[in-house]
């Protein structure tokens, strides 16, 4: 996305019209009679859609223009020329058929115009976006949205990145958890530096952390006051100050956890970094 917006050159203001009669029979699976009328957003509304990962391109474009979303059920079909049932909500008030033949409609086909495509040959899988990718979008292309929508957009990233760094924490701890279970049984007591060593075997780059970060999250498990895991217990009977392991020791762990031996102690040599 980052490259298609440092290359994108604005080409003039897109038709509302054009896209509709290809895109209609593409991105669209059918028609559906318009059960509603289009609802102005409100801030209650942009804080609801602010923390979805990802929206339709449909939705993304109302919103940017001020409209709640579509039903998602609705979203596959193209909404015919025709009046919902019951009275428009505001004077002047537009059906969903004229905002995608018009304002809604021109931010669709812009969008796929930075894509370097028309809507109606927008990939699939490049109808979802973040809505912060959307937000983006929206800047390098001058369109303007609500300012609403851009704080709860703001908002929803930043708990979204807290979330995700909650929920790495928990997929370290739980293998903190299963490696302090399997050490228990060999009897021995093992360095700092081994028992993330340990933790970490076999992980992606990604699930790591630096020594720094390991001592952080130590000092939080033992300063627990309890857990059903038990994993301050295991702390406390398993970690060791620094010292080499005997030989009594590293032949239970290499009988016990051959795979974890291997890494800690590789054929070429002891590494002394973990166990001295």
């Known amino acids: 996305m980052d490259d298609d917006m440092d290359n ?14 290809r895109a209609e029979t593409l991105m669209y699976i059918g028609n559906v009679v318009p059960p509603d009328w289009p609802v102005r957003a ?31 059920s609705d979203l596959p079909f193209f ?50 976006v973040a809505p912060m990718e959307f937000v983006r979008f929206c800047d390098q292309c001058g369109v303007a949205l609500p300012s ?15 979330s995700e760094t909650n929920e790495r924490r928990s997929r370290y701890r739980a293998r903190a958890i ?19 060593g340990f933790i970490e075997n076999d992980v992606p780059l990604d ?17 627990e006051h309890a857990s059903a895991d038990g994993l301050k217990d295991m702390l406390r009977r398993l970690l060791r100050g620094r010292g080499r392991l005997s030989e009594d020791e590293k032949d ?6 051959p795979d974890n031996y291997a890494r800690m102690f590789p054929a070429s040599g002891t590494r002394t970094n973990n166990t001295e």
């Open 8 to 21: 994108f050159e604005p080409m003039g203001p897109p038709p509302a019209h054009g896209w509709l009669h």
């Open 42 to 72: 409100d801030p209650a509304a942009y804080e609801q859609w602010g923390k979805l990962p990802a929206w339709h391109i449909e939705e993304a474009a109302s919103l940017v223009c001020g409209y709640q979303p579509r039903k998602e």
């Open 79 to 128: 909404p015919l020329d025709s009046e919902p049932k019951g009275p428009p909500p505001y004077e002047n008030a537009k059906t969903w058929n004229g905002l995608l033949h018009g304002e809604i409609g021109a931010v669709l086909n812009l969008f796929a115009r930075f894509k370097r495509t028309s809507l109606a040959e927008l990939p699939a899988d490049a109808r979802y």
């Open 148 to 162: 609403e929508l851009r704080d709860a957009v703001n908002r929803g990233a930043v708990a979204s990145r807290g």
């Open 178 to 196: 299963q490696v302090a279970r399997d050490l228990e049984p060999c009897g021995v007591r093992v360095t700092i530096d081994m028992f993330q």
């Open 207 to 223: 699930e790591r952390v630096d020594a720094r970060t390991f001592q952080d999250y130590l000092r939080e498990w033992r300063g």
């Open 252 to 257: 239970q762990l290499r009988r016990r956890l």
